[in-house]
């Protein structure tokens, strides 16, 4: 069933709906996209827009995530059902082609800047050795007809295409403009159903998360508080708001050991703004660590962000749960794929994976 949005606006004690509109052109929205792709995931960079291929067409967006994962981004527009399906997989299919090579010479980065520069700028790490190994495949639009829907089903749930739907509608009221969003499946399900023949695929909630014990974050603080945090630089900030509300966090100290196991329960926020359940702000608040509030100079959006979590066990600092062969990773937080290691930890803990 195509999808379907509802704004109001309160007035008081009443409702007042607000309209859907057109945007002015589907450029805009191409536009907006490739210069916020965090109107789809905060795990996201552009690489290029507006790519012709040898076949005489364009490709609208190719994005990157922090994984190395191309992600083909193509706008509905007035295409029907076989055409829009059909160009997307055309264009995939040129895409899986491609060498890294290839795609940084597409790179529309800064001047002077290579797509190995510029993933390194945006994640704070290499670009992986095996991109471009995987590629995601995006249908950008207001919506779409009950056709195309069980096309994309058929696709993903038979033969595990990692092919989704993501609906932007477009909204004006008193001179402001709003855009909603809603994907048609669960990006972690897709991405689950793809990787159905791997030796260890992701279950779709399991995060990996680094504790870095200093002064701008403590241990001791995330458990009195409920809380994980990461910061001081891009790359940081960048991991910790990829959590997605209601993953299950692995939470490692390295050169310690596992301390605890938890669930996200809201989505990251500055440590600046982040309040507590009596609404004290938690920089008020007694606190371990002696300098949270601190920043890379010139940067006050890369400082300390924070992440609610629901701990379900926890091990103190100087007692963590260790054992030799558990996954390590330098990333802040990333797919928590080790299947020994997550059940070690749930043992090591005290969970079982009921």
């Excluded at 090579?101 to 993933?119: K, M, N, T, V």
């Amino acid at each position: 069933m195509p999808l379907e949005f509802g704004l109001w606006r309160l007035d008081g004690p009443q409702l007042r709906p607000v309209s859907p509109s057109r945007l002015s052109q589907e450029k805009e929205l191409e536009a907006l996209l490739f210069q916020d792709l965090s109107l789809l995931s905060p795990d996201l960079m552009p690489l290029a827009r507006q790519v012709i291929t040898p076949y005489g067409g364009r490709l609208d967006v190719l994005a990157l995530d922090s994984e190395g994962t191309l992600v083909l981004l193509e706008l509905k527009r007035d295409k029907t059902p076989r055409e829009v399906v059909a160009q997307t997989l055309d264009y995939a299919a040129w895409v899986s082609t491609l060498s890294a090579a290839d795609l940084s010479a597409h790179y529309q980065g800064p001047p002077g800047q290579s797509l190995a520069e510029g993933f390194e700028a945006r994640f704070g790490e290499a670009l992986p050795e095996s991109f471009p190994a995987k590629l995601s495949l995006v249908i950008v639009a207001s919506e779409l007809d009950p056709a195309t829907e069980r096309i994309l089903a058929f696709l993903t749930e038979r033969y595990a295409v990692p092919i989704n739907a993501v609906f932007f509608r477009h909204f004006e009221d008193q001179g402001r403009r709003y855009l909603a969003r809603s994907w048609l499946t669960d990006p972690h399900l897709i991405e689950q159903r793809s990787e159905k023949g791997a030796a260890q695929p992701w279950n779709g909630q399991d995060w990996y998360v680094s504790h870095g014990e200093g002064e701008t974050r403590a241990w001791a603080d995330c458990l009195k508080y409920s809380f994980v945090a990461a910061g001081q630089g891009a790359r940081a900030v960048s991991r910790i708001k990829a959590l997605p509300v209601g993953a299950r966090i692995f939470v490692n100290a390295p050169g310690h050991g596992y301390l605890g196991v938890g669930k996200v329960l809201a989505a990251a926020v500055p440590a600046t703004d982040a309040l507590l359940e009596d609404g004290l702000r938690l920089l008020e608040a007694t606190l371990e660590a002696t300098d949270m509030a601190r920043h890379p100079e010139g940067h006050p959006e890369w400082g300390e962000w924070m992440v609610g979590v629901q701990w379900l066990a926890t091990r103190t600092l100087d007692d963590p749960f260790k054992e030799k062969g558990l996954f390590g990773n330098q990333n802040v937080t990333c797919k928590l794929r080790d299947l020994h290691t997550r059940d070690r930890v749930l043992v090591g803990l005290g969970l079982d994976e009921g």
